[in-house]
């Protein structure tokens, strides 16, 4: 039996929950029946959202649990499950998808309801290291839409419109409402850029 992992990546509401399903080591658990439930889940009334592997077609899925019972949500590549990320209100998921490389798209799910929209389309070249980021606010989320983490842009989910591009020299900077926190390698320490809020 393939022993599985659990790392949670956001605490999205006092009822809402999302959890990334991994396996072991970080690589992805071995077969599909291991990626649908957790193992020895806590007792909660609370709604379970997580995001599962597929070894067998290599795709991603959005699943949640709720007393016991595993629903399927969203399927997508596994790119989803390298890069869903959960907005802080827990209204919304975001993730990375690219069905024709290079080419890449921001994918914006909703669980309430499953609408599942395309919000943004680039192209992704190289290495991606930028995870969709949600500003506190849950209204913006950050997007590299180059390789690397050269350049970003904040997309705002209300207004349906991104910012001018920006770089910060790291991966997976963390954007707040004013600004972007990034890990400078050179001085070793946090630091922050400043952006305008990309509002409607």
Known sequence: M???SHRLIGLATASTVMMLLSGCG??????????TEPENPASTSA?????????DDS???????NGGEVTELVA????????????PT???????ESPRYPDAELVIHRPS???REVRAEFTMGGEHCVTPRWTPDGVQVVVGVENTWDPLV??????DSTSERFSVPSCNPIPTETGVYYWDHDAGDIATSSREPNRP
């Not at 709604?47 to 070894?55: F, G, K, P, Q």
């Not at 795709?59 to 649990?65: E, V």
């Not at 827990?90 to 990375?96: H, R």
């Open 2 to 4: 393939t022993s599985v």
């Open 76 to 87: 997508g590549t596994v790119s989803m499950y390298n890069s869903a990320h959960p907005s």
């Open 26 to 35: 970080g690589s992805p658990p071995a077969d599909a029946a291991s990626a």
């Open 59 to 65: 795709s991603g899925r959005l699943l949640s649990w």
């Open 47 to 55: 709604t379970l959202y997580y995001v599962a592997y597929d070894e």
């Open 113 to 115: 309801d499953g609408t």
């Open 90 to 96: 827990g209204e919304y998921v975001s993730w990375i």
């Open 154 to 159: 904040l997309y705002n989910v209300e207004s």
